[in-house]
Structures are given as C-alpha cells and as structure tokens.
C-alpha cells in the first residue's frame, strides 16, 4: 500500500501490484509481503501503549515491503520517525531479524528476541518469561 497526503491533509491509500516499475496486472497475484504475527504486534503494542500513556509518544505507522516489516513511532506529527522497529527475516540466521534505529538512522540494539530488543526503548522494565 502507499499513502499519499494531500494539501488538506487527507490521507489517500492505494494497493500497488506488479514487478518493479510495472504497472499493475489485473490477473497477477499481489505481492508478498513480511508481516509482524500477533505475538510480536501485542509485544510491541505493549510498550508503544506505556509511553503514550507516559505522554512520550504520539503517532505510529506500519510499512509491510516485500523484505521487511517497519513500525515507526512518532513523538508528534513530523516527517521523520522517532524510532522504526524492523522486522528483517533474511537476517534472521546472523544478526537477528529485529532492530530498533534511532532518528539518526543509528541501529541501536539487534536480536533474535523481539521482547528484548525492545528492552532498549524501556529500560527499566525486565523482561518475564
């Protein structure tokens, strides 16, 4: 899907289908994409939820491409993200799949384990399982 904002701020979404640079086919199938399961989104709802409620963030936005899943967190209405959490499935067997990265586009902590990695943007909570 892609978003298009118009001058009086309303937002427009359209499906895109196709290859690169293709127009879209009417008898292809949609692309694959990399999706956050439930588990993760509740994981990572979990703590976007407690620093809205802190008053720290504001806005969030999903992107789902073809080779990775982005959630990006706002702190008010701005152009760029605060922090995006990438979801990366061929890194899975080297790195880790998820990282957090900054506004500066620093990574800041890598994994295998989403609930940790998350650690980063909440610190003082411990991680139970």
Do not use: C
């Not at 720290?56 to 999903?62: G, I, K, P």
């Not at 789902?64 to 993200?81: G, Q």
């Amino acid at each position: 899907m892609q978003g298009r904002t118009s001058k009086d701020n309303k937002v427009s979404l359209s499906l895109v289908q196709g290859g690169e640079g293709s127009p879209p086919t009417g008898g292809g199938k949609p692309l694959a994409i990399v999706p956050f399961d439930r588990k993760e989104l509740a994981t990572i709802l979990s703590v976007y939820g407690r620093k809205v409620g802190q008053g720290e963030w504001r806005d969030y936005a999903m992107d789902f491409l073809k080779d990775r899943a982005l959630f990006s967190i706002y702190a008010r209405v701005s152009e760029r993200p605060l922090f995006i959490i990438e979801k990366a499935p061929r890194l899975r067997n080297r790195q880790g799949q998820y990282s957090v990265t900054n506004q500066q586009g620093r990574i800041l902590k890598r994994g295998h384990d989403l609930a940790q990695v998350l650690r980063v943007l909440d610190p003082q909570l411990a991680v139970v399982s």
